[in-house]
Every structure is written in C-alpha cells, then in structure tokens.
C-alpha cells in the first residue's frame, strides 16, 4: 500500500468548502474521491472565475486529487446510479441541509439500507438539532454568532476575517471525524453518522473568550489588531510596511524591554502579567510603534528574530507567493489546467506524515470528466451513458 486510504471510496456531494475540502483531505492520503456535481456544475466550481471558461479558484484548490462526476440524483435513473455508487463506497460527504438529504435519498436512513457499512459525513450551518436547524448559513454567519466578529475589528464596526476559517476548521473536523468512524467500523463492521456544523465549529474558536464572559463578566471590546490579554502583541508601521508582533508570557515580555530599552518595565506593576500587560496595551503599543517607525521592516525583523520574539511581516498575496520561505519550503504545488495558460498554486497537505506522507497527484476535474470511466465501472454500456447524457441525468 503506498497511501494511508488507499483502497477507501469516496462519493463527495459537498459544495462550497466544508464538504469539498473534507474530501480533498481523504484524498490527499490515498482515498478516490468522486465528486458528485449537478448536470450544469455546482455553484462552487464557478466562483472568484479564475480561467477562460469561468472555472473558480476556490475549486481549483479543493477538488484536486478528485475524479468529476455529473449526476442528477432526484431523478428515478439517477436514484438508481446512487444506489449502486453507494454500495461500492466507504463514505459518502454532503453538506447539505436535513431536508435536502432526504429529498435526495442521502440521509443516513437510506444509505445505511443499501449499504449497512456506509459512512455518512455530513455538515450544517447550525446541526440538525434546535430551532435553526433548518436554517441555512455560510462562515460568516457563524463567525458573527459566535462572537468572533465582535471582538474583530473596532468597536463601532464588527469585521469578519477575510480568510473562511470556519469553514475549513469544520472540514479538518469532519475529515477528523470520519476518520474515527472508519475505524471504528474496522471494529465493529458498521457505519455511522458523522455531523459538524459551522456555528459548532466557530464556538469551539471563541470557547475561552464565551467562558471568561460567563465567569467574569468583562464586557471585552475590540482592540482591532491589539491582544487584550498580553502585550506588545500588536501590527505596527516601519518605514516601509507593516508587521505583527506578539509576546505572550514573561520570559518574551522582559526579553523585548530589553530590545527597545525599557528595562525599568520589568518591576512596573502596570506590566506585571500579560493580563494587565493587556489592560496596559495601548501604552507598550505605542512604545513599540515607536521603536518600529525608526526601522524598515526587515531591519525590525532581524532585531526581533535576535531577540527571539515571535514577527511577522504584513504581505499581500503577490508578496505571499513570492516570500521566500514559503517558496523554499514548497509550500504549494504548482498545477495546470486545461484552460488556462499558466501554472496556479495549491497549497500542500498540511498535515505532514514521514511515512506515507499525503501528496497532490491531479488537478480538479472538469465538468463530467470522469463520467463515462465512473459509470463503464458501475457496468453502464456506452449507449446507456449516452442515453443518459441526452437525458440529462448525467
């Protein structure tokens, strides 16, 4: 065996991102992945458009290492594809709400009858249980309940990350989870239900500022790039761009007093932990800005790496794929598709294994790619794919 999953079987119904990257991370470690559109493509394979035929980024990142399939599963002939794709896998993925699933015969109920072993990954905005259950969500909603955005940004204006980073942390959960399930059947023989949602996943994120809230009462505020509850952690201007710093902890604190001369700090009481280094953090802040303003960024970086304290410097995405760190440790695979003209980046598996290590072999299929190899293996002739074409089930 030359991959972990090797041998697993995927059928991949997700869209957008948390179901589509948990399968591009089964995939990355030797499942086959089958990523199941609709005839005229999901929604997702057409955002941020990136190539001449309108395919998106966020697509040529999540469904590498995927063969592409085109199904319309509501249909009598398409419920019967399901079926016989559902008998030969291990897993079936679909972010889809509860309703959704049952119309479509991929609530775990259905599959387990065809398929007793089936594992059922499925996740929601906000789960299957309590009154928006029903609801329907993206990242950003979850970010806003959850607290997130509250505390991000200033206080007259609550600002969501750029980055979705709910949605990917629900994926690596529900990769987790799946994982789990799939050896418990090596136990048990079984399958069962695995279930993430959104607003679960950004709750884990903001758990210690809900529980400090809850027990303490603070009533925090946002601070926008500043920690509350240690410092300098901060961004700051050089003379050329900016950086983020951070300190956390005492060794760091008196290791940086040191750096821009404010030995006296040490036995200040308005700096005696991080908390109060925290309560204190406009003042360190603009001791640190000050220090910044008189250097470029690499010159504070270099300053800063000597004195072992955590930096970074501020890139936009051009400076991101050019940063040569991220380009000596290759930290993305350069790709290529059918129509475009140029090599795209996707980011390597970030899970790093030293035996069996996952890797990206292919690209993102395009629209039905595999159609004819998917369905020739269920035992469909050519004329009956043909017939399904014309029909519009595949």
């Not at 036995?267 to 109060?276: G, N």
Request: hydrophobic share 35%.
């Amino acid at each position: 065996m030359t991959s972990i999953l090797e041998g697993v079987k995927v059928l991949d119904f997700g869209r957008y991102i948390a179901g589509p990257f948990c399968g591009a991370l089964l995939a990355d470690y030797g499942a086959e992945v089958i990523r199941i559109e609709r005839v005229d493509g999901s929604e997702d394979r057409y955002l941020t458009p990136v190539t001449e035929d309108g395919q998106g980024a966020m697509f040529l990142q999540l469904n590498r290492n995927k063969l592409g399939m085109t199904l319309n599963p509501t249909k009598e002939k398409g419920k019967e594809i399901v079926k016989k794709l559902v008998k030969n896998s291990d897993i079936v993925i679909a972010n889809l709400p509860e309703s959704t699933l049952k119309s479509m015969g991929l609530d775990y109920e259905s599959l387990n009858k065809i398929n007793p072993k089936i594992i059922l990954t499925s996740n929601t905005a906000f789960g299957t249980t309590g009154p928006y259950a029903e609801r329907v969500g993206f990242d950003g909603v979850a970010q806003a309940m959850s607290g997130a955005m509250d505390m991000t940004g200033n206080p007259d204006e609550p600002t969501k990350a750029y980055a979705p980073y709910v949605d990917f942390c629900s994926a690596s959960l529900a990769a987790f989870g799946t994982l789990l399930a799939y050896m418990d059947r090596d136990k048990t023989g079984k399958g069962q239900r695995v279930q993430t949602s959104l607003l679960q996943t950004a709750l884990t994120t903001t758990n210690s500022l809900l529980i400090e809230q809850e027990l303490l009462k603070v009533n925090r505020t946002a601070t926008l790039n500043r920690s509350q509850t240690s410092g300098p952690s901060d961004t700051f201007k050089t003379k050329d761009g900016w950086i983020l710093v951070q300190t956390v902890g005492q060794p760091l604190f008196e290791r940086w007093v040191n750096l821009v001369g404010e030995e006296k700090w040490i036995d200040d009481p308005r700096f005696k932990d991080d908390l109060i280094r925290g309560e204190n953090g406009t003042i360190i802040s603009e001791r640190m800005a000050k220090w910044c303003s008189e250097r470029t960024n690499q010159e504070a970086i270099k300053e800063l790496e000597k004195s072992r304290i955590p930096v970074g410097e501020v890139l936009k995405a051009e400076e991101t794929l050019q940063e040569p760190h991220i380009i000596e440790k290759e930290a993305f695979i350069k790709m290529q598709y059918p129509t475009l003209d140029k090599d795209y980046s996707v980011a390597a598996p970030a899970v790093e294994l030293s035996k069996k290590p996952g890797n990206i072999r292919t690209r993102s299929p395009q629209l039905g790619e595999h159609n004819k190899q998917i369905l020739s293996g269920l035992g469909y002739s050519e004329d009956e794919i043909e017939e399904l074409k014309e029909n519009r089930i595949i």
